[in-house]
């Protein structure tokens, strides 16, 4: 047993000599590398037409069932293509309206354009630019 195992320590400590000079950990041309990313974080703000839940939070009711924790948020690049997907967060009633607001976050979104649309629900696009995407706000709605 001793001898496969002096064995073994001598392959291992020579498997690092020889060849043309030290082993590199750097990236070569042509190896694959993670792309370069951002978050989208924002809000959808539902001016009317939510409900107040039982236990805290809202979600929209009165045509707007489809906004509540869990509606998909999609980002598509310039392109048109679906780049990032995201949820909405849990809604909390704005104090002092009959509002709802949900905040969410999408992650990976790839960088290098100019323009990106942000989309809720399938409720239609809005545009922002990376610079912007620490700040989204939306609305859906009006006031009665």
């Given at each position: 047993?001793?001898?496969?195992?002096?064995?073994?320590?001598?392959?291992?400590?020579?498997?690092?000599?020889?060849?043309?000079?030290?082993?590199?950990?750097?990236?070569?041309?042509?190896?694959?590398?993670?792309?370069e990313t951002f978050t989208a974080r924002g809000t959808l703000t539902l001016v009317y037409g939510a409900?107040?839940?039982?236990?805290?939070?809202?979600?929209?009711?009165?045509?707007?069932?489809?906004?509540?924790?869990?509606?998909?948020?999609?980002?598509?690049?310039?392109?048109?293509?679906?780049?990032?997907?995201?949820?909405?967060?849990?809604?909390?009633?704005?104090?002092?309206?009959?509002?709802?607001?949900?905040?969410?976050?999408?992650?990976?979104?790839?960088?290098?354009?100019?323009?990106?649309?942000?989309?809720?629900?399938?409720?239609?696009?809005?545009?922002?630019?990376?610079?912007?995407?620490?700040?989204?706000?939306?609305?859906?709605?009006?006031?009665?």
């Open positions: 047993m001793r001898r496969r195992l002096a064995a073994a320590a001598a392959v291992l400590a020579l498997a690092g000599c020889g060849g043309d000079g030290p082993v590199s950990a750097e990236p070569t041309a042509g190896t694959a590398t993670e792309p409900t107040e839940l039982d236990g805290g939070g809202c979600e929209g009711d009165e045509g707007y069932d489809d906004l509540r924790a869990g509606a998909t948020v999609t980002v598509t690049d310039s392109s048109g293509d679906k780049v990032a997907l995201g949820n909405l967060r849990r809604g909390e009633v704005v104090k002092g309206t009959y509002s709802c607001e949900f905040p969410f976050v999408v992650e990976d979104v790839p960088t290098g354009d100019a323009v990106y649309s942000v989309e809720v629900a399938g409720r239609g696009e809005v545009d922002f630019a990376e610079a912007q995407a620490d700040r989204i706000a939306l609305s859906v709605g009006q006031g009665p």
